[in-house]
């Protein structure tokens, strides 16, 4: 059944499966599996449970590398098929980045492919980004029905979110975009102290968040 298909791409992710992951999610597709239960019932479950082991120890960076690249594998099968079923009608511009100093993309690709497959025009800044290109960025697109994503993964890189929403207000763009902040490090907590509109858990989260501030 389902929950076996579920557990077969989990541990695709967590045994670093590179060669089978592909091939593993087009099985799930065949059998009639939807790309949002491969990535959020699936493959998403196998990467927390690595990045848990990873905090516990149990794991090392090269294995780490391994189950990023054997989602990477998966998620060259989803993307297309995800940027297929876009509706034609945009919901609004999302303006996509990780944090500058921060190399964390796994998160950050899904949640851009989550809001891509629900309407949202994707801008993505990729990985690494300055604060000054985020808001360069921002008022290159003021006027639009707009939103900022951010993700941060390390604890020193998510304190350029605080200096993000600074300068939204220094530049006069606070009120023009809607900003949204995530990544395992931001909390409810930090987005009330930065004066940020929102956070979610996950993609699919993500999506309903962006979609409800819209
Ligand atoms: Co990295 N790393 N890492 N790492 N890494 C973390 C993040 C640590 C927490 C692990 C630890 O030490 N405990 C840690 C940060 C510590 C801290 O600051 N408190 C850390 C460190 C220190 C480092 C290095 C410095 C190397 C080292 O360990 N010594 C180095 C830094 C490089 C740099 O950025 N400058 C490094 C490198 C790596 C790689 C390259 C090996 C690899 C990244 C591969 C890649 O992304 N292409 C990696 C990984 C994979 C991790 C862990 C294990 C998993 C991260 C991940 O992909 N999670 C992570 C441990 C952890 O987080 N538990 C560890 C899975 C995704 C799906 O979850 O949280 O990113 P996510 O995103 C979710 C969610 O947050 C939300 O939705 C996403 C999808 O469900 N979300 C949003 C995310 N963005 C959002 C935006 C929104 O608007 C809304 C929701």
Redesign the pocket.
């Known amino acids: 059944g389902k929950q076996e298909m579920y557990d077969k791409l989990r541990d695709a992710i967590v045994n670093q499966d590179i060669n089978g992951a592909g091939p593993l999610v087009q099985e799930a597709l065949d059998a009639g599996l939807t790309p949002f239960e491969i990535i959020n019932d699936g493959l ?1 479950v196998g ?2 449970i ?3 082991k ?2 516990a120890a149990e794991v090392y ?1 090269p294995q ?2 391994m ?2 690249k054997a ?2 594998a998966a998620m060259e099968i989803l993307d297309p098929i995800l940027a297929e079923d876009e509706t034609s009608e945009s919901v609004g511009t999302c303006i ?1 980045f990780v944090q500058e ?8 690709r ?2 851009a492919t989550m809001l891509g497959a629900n309407g949202f025009t994707v801008i993505d800044m990729g ?2 980004v300055p604060n000054d290109k985020v808001i360069e960025e921002v008022a290159a697109h003021k006027g639009e029905k707009l939103m900022l ?10 304190l350029g979110q605080k200096d993000v929403m600074r300068l939204l207000e220094e530049e006069g763009l606070r009120d023009s975009v809607k900003v ?7 909390t409810d907590s930090w987005i009330k102290e930065i004066g940020a509109d ?9 999506a309903n ?2 979609l409800e501030l819209m």
């Not at 949204?180 to 931001?186: D, L, R």
């Open positions: 998403s990467m927390k690595i990045g848990d990873f905090e960076l780490i590398m189950s990023a989602m990477k996509k100093g921060d190399i964390h993309d796994i998160g950050h899904l949640v990985v690494d994503s951010g993700s941060a993964l390390m604890t020193t890189s998510m949204m902040f995530g990544g395992a490090p931001v929102a956070t979610a858990e996950n993609a699919a989260e993500a968040v962006a």
